[in-house]
């Protein structure tokens, strides 16, 4: 057992660090040529990294000043990309892998619908094949970046007289495609949209936007959600992303806030609960090194990160009082504004409600550990088995 | 970065578990009324020697097995899991104050005994359970030979089974740390209600009892041997933790109403799934501890404070949820729920309460920081 990282003096790290005083700001083009953006897949995509070294290459992207890949590109670098490794034709991956590498071609999840985002596999937009193309009609929402993609990876239902997880497939479109239009969602933050719904009206897409085989689209969506989960099982505020327990800490002592009796317990309790989150990332690299498979912190670890950041970001406001209610002018240093969005505890703040929302609900992330983890009886569905055309609201109100 | 056990600790604890597994038999402490003088308390004891369990943190030149931090709780993990009643906590807490405060030649002579079965207790706190407690402190006198003791110490686990006892006291306004024979004239020592039975604790009154001097005494052997006590008890919680989770997983399954396992419903697995997490959490940082305490890493005290406070404080919520989800006959004496439920909430107070670490841990940042 060794939970140090990997030092200043590691030969692998003064290699990438000799690169970057090489190449000066150099473009994520460029990044992606290293392999680095992507750097733990195989070449010639990545260089095969494990987990130590992708913390390296990271770590020294973070240090030339550049923001990490995987935080611009989130959907192709973290969540979809790799489904092309395994799932994708040769052609799919020439066309899609190296504008998604350089970051040139921002992907979008088109998943979730506006009947639906828990009940994932009831979804209702539809593909339907028309010689060598597929027509798509539906309704996508809570779609992250989507007006700024040219990619979506999209699920649809191909086959309704099957049951609903067995007739959906996965496709990768083209966002630009004529029929599909983008509206922003103003969230609760009234900050610049994080969400959009995306419309789909009669978009004619090329059969070979299929990725996998038809019916495969449950399979790689679950695949897809799990890898999500994990890059979230991390200590920072909003879905494992910006500053962690240890910066409110280090914040809390520079201002003295500290010493609030009211305040100190709960902020030493949420610093507790980062430190735990740290440990099970520790935790994910070794597996990863290891090639064992995803322990707990694979299903679960969002489960505990999404209220140990509500609880974070509560205990910054609480140290800020009323002042904290104003819009924007955080009392609380932040001195390295190295998070995007979230280098702003008041966004954070005001973001949090989501942490338990999306990429499946708390409550949908509790039946998932009750379920695989713990063995437990599974809910109720009494649309499970029955083909998709069949249910109706009857189906639904018969079983109640 | 290599956060897995090794094949060593992964064996050591299977053989633990085997062990603990045949020989831990809680029945008796389930028939209403029974206290500890029912856990067969000793009865472990010779055959936890042969396996050397307390002297396995001792270093070799002592005669123990000179094992690390990690061992100790794949060990740890067992006893706290199954409640082995047993005077193992008391023995490595004095053996750990004899390591921090002993001279070499003393070192040399006690440790030594471990691997003879000799059974040690530490007692620092007073008659209200505090450990800062110079004034209200036994008192040590120079007498003909030696020291004499006299005063009250109490909440000292083990001490009604110990051979020797380490004791703080005063020694002109200074707090040193001395060996007495739990046998000597003028030592009392008398088992207290305590609420948890699978653990003997005890008042000792001392008056004028002959004293042997730890010679290297000083300030800080009292925080270096807590850090340690701090990682044996968060060792026994995470474990517990997983104890009650699995028990009650398991009756959650089994147990039927309105027709579906009561597991099946949202109410109970989601209290499940949450008991999960933290079993998870406590023991991930149980092994950090164990880790850093035995690398001697600069964050080893601030790792055992928060491996206390995490683990004690999530261990009496899983021992209630456990109650809640057995329903009524989880309220019962012929249970064993709530042995670990008395278990959780003593060990939550045992060494103060889980907020005086997170005090401590807030203290260790703030330092840090200036």
Partial sequence: MDFNLPGEDDPRRIKVRKWFEENPDPTYAQLAEQGWTASNWPEPWGVGADAEMQ?????????????????????????????????????????????????????????????????????????????????????????????????????ARTDPSKPKHAGLSMFLIDMKSPGVTVNPIIDMTGNKNEYNEVFLDDVKIPA?????????????????LQTERVGMTKPGVVWG???????????????????????????????????????????????????????????AGKMLSSPHGQRMADIAKRSQGAAGMIRDPDVLPLPDKKWGMFSNWDYAYWFSPANTLGVGTQEVLLNVVAERVLGLPRDLDPTARVPFSEISNATAKAAE | ????????????????????????????????????????????????????????????????????????????????????????????????????????????????????????????????????????????????GGYELSGTKSFVVDAASADKLVVSALNNGQKEYFIVDAAADGLKIDILQWRDITRQVCKVEFDGVSAERLEASRD????????????????????????????????????????????????????????????????????????????????????????????????????????????????????????????ARCNAELLGAPASQREQVVRLLERQAA
């Avoid at chain 2, 402490?29 to 029974?34: D, I, K, S, T, V």
């Avoid at chain 2, 500890?36 to 123990?64: F, N, Q």
């Avoid at chain 2, 067992?78 to 070192?107: D, V, Y």
């Avoid at chain 2, 919520?317 to 709530?338: L, P, S």
């Fill in chain 1, 241 to 299: 992303m910006g500053p962690t327990a240890r910066d409110l800490m280090d914040g809390l002592i520079e201002t003295g806030r500290i010493s609030d009796p009211l305040l100190r317990d709960d902020a030493a309790k949420v610093y507790i609960e980062g430190e735990i989150l740290r440990l099970l990332t520790y935790r994910n690299m070794t597996n990863r090194i290891n090639g064992t498979p995803a322990g707990f912190e694979g299903s």
């Fill in chain 2, 1 to 144: 970065m290599n956060f897995s056990l090794s094949e060593d600790h992964e064996f050591l604890r299977d053989s633990a578990a085997k062990f603990v597994d045949e020989q831990v038999d809680l029945a008796p402490l389930l028939r209403p009324g029974a206290d500890v003088s029912e856990a067969g308390y000793d009865r472990l004891w010779d055959k936890i020697t042969e396996l050397g369990w307390s002297a396995i943190m001792v270093p070799e030149a002592y005669g123990g097995l000179g094992m690390d931090y990690i061992d100790l709780v794949m060990i740890i993990g067992e006893i706290g899991r199954t409640l082995a009643p047993s005077p193992l906590f008391g023995t490595l807490a004095g053996a750990w104050a004899i390591e921090a405060a002993g001279s070499e030649a003393q070192k040399m002579e006690h440790l030594a005994k471990l691997a003879e079965g000799m059974k040690f207790a530490l007692a620092v706190a007073d008659e209200n359970g505090s450990y800062s407690n110079m004034e209200t402190d036994v008192v040590a006198k120079q007498a003909s």
């Fill in chain 1, 55 to 155: 913390w390296i290459i990271d770590e020294e992207i973070v240090r030339a000043g550049l923001q990490l890949p995987y935080t611009i590109n989130a959907i192709a670098l973290n969540q979809c990309g790799q489904s092309l490794l395994s799932y994708g034709t040769e052609a799919q991956r020439q066309k899609f892998l190296p504008g998604a590498l350089a970051c040139e071609e921002i992907w979008c999840m088109l998943f979730s619908e506006p009947s639906g985002g828990s009940d994932l596999g009831a979804l209702r937009t539809t593909a339907r094949r028309e010689g060598d193309h597929y027509i798509v009609n539906g309704h996508k929402i809570w779609t992250s970046v989507a007006d700024q993609a040219s990619v979506g990876v999209l699920v």
């Fill in chain 2, 220 to 343: 800080d052997v009292w925080p270096w041997v807590r850090d340690r006590l701090y990682l044996v008890l968060a060792a026994e919680s995470a474990a517990g933790i997983r104890a009650v989770l699995n028990d009650a997983v398991a009756y959650a399954k089994e147990r039927v109403a309105f027709g579906r396992p009561i597991g099946a419903y949202q109410a109970i697995k989601h209290q499940l799934a949450n008991i999960a997490g933290a079993a998870e959490g406590a023991n991930a940082m149980v092994q950090y501890a164990a880790w850093a305490l035995s690398e001697n890493d600069e964050r080893a005290s601030i790792a055992a404070a928060m491996a206390q406070s995490y683990g004690s404080e999530q261990y009496k919520e899983a021992t209630h949820r456990n109650i809640q989800v057995f329903g009524a006959i989880g309220f019962t004496w012929e249970m064993k729920n709530h042995l670990y439920y008395k278990r």
């Fill in chain 1, 208 to 224: 070979d936007a299929l990725l996998g085989k038809e019916g495969e689209g449950w399979k790689l969506t679950m695949e897809q």
